[in-house]
């Protein structure tokens, strides 16, 4: 990610400011406590707070089940040698339960949500009296959530105030000012690895909003798979030349296909893959065919239960990124 020095200047500026406004509103002696997803908005979140209040911050990952492969493992390296204390919670079994026969987007959301919030709170409790929440809000996820005048596209987690019942008191987000281009520049500028500031932007709920109809435990595998299949070959491209983000995304529709001389029916894999400067609009990239037939040709062969690979060439509007 290259930076014009003038940019660099701002951002630092900006840096500077939160930081001092964090160690004013936390104090000397108070606890911070962040939902570390290992997106980029938390991760940036976190080592912003970890710069402006060493030791005050309590990190809690709660893994879910729905992360890119090898994921989960990633943010713990990276976060177990911050100046912060790091709590993975593995919660797999747990929300593959809440979610068995969910289909509707906006109830997967609200699931993974709520069932993260009472797990939050169940791991909260056990670190005694923390007063502040921290919280990776970004412009784009109030202005979706229709929290700035607009309509509602689709529900942010982080977005509308503190959660209730769960005793904190005061919320921090650092964060909230900037889009995704200024959190990535930010990241890089406090020194975390640009393999973890450049990671693909990733949904709250995980893989589960890029499963389509019911989730199940094959289908969150085949996914893993068939992404980091996607995420392999476009990481190749030149910086110049790579869209600002892309992945795969299973359907609910399984299609004929012929391996081996058989008939099979199998799931069909979509593949997403986006140019946008604030994520608030994009067009779809216009990936060179041989790259497509190299992807299509990888899924196909290396993932049994995929029988076919199609390209999304829809814009934002009126198409949203992700597709729920």
Known sequence: MNMSMRTKELLESYINQ???QIKNKVGDNNKVLLALSGGVDSSVCAALLAKAIPEQVICIFVDHGLMRLNEGDEIEAVFSKKDLKFIRVNAQERFLTKLADVTDPERKRKIIGEEFI????EESKKLGEITFLAQGTICSDIVESGKAGSANIK??????GLPENLGFTALVEPLA????????AIGLILGLPEALVNRQPFPGPGLAVRVMGVLTR????ILRQADFIVCQELDMLPENKRPNQYFAIITDTLSVGVKNGTRTYDYVIAVRA???????????????????E???NRITSEIPQVSRVVYDISSKPPSTIEWQ
């Open 18 to 20: 939160q930081i001092e």
């Open 118 to 121: 009472h797990i939050f709170e």
């Open 155 to 160: 529900s942010h987690h982080n977005v509308g």
């Open 177 to 184: 000012q900037l889009y995704k281009d200024e959190v990535r």
């Open 218 to 221: 094959e289908k969150l595998n």
């Open 274 to 292: 986006v140019d946008t400067q604030n994520y608030m609009t994009c067009s779809y990239t216009h990936i060179p065919h041989i790259i497509l």
């Open 294 to 296: 190299k992807m299509s």
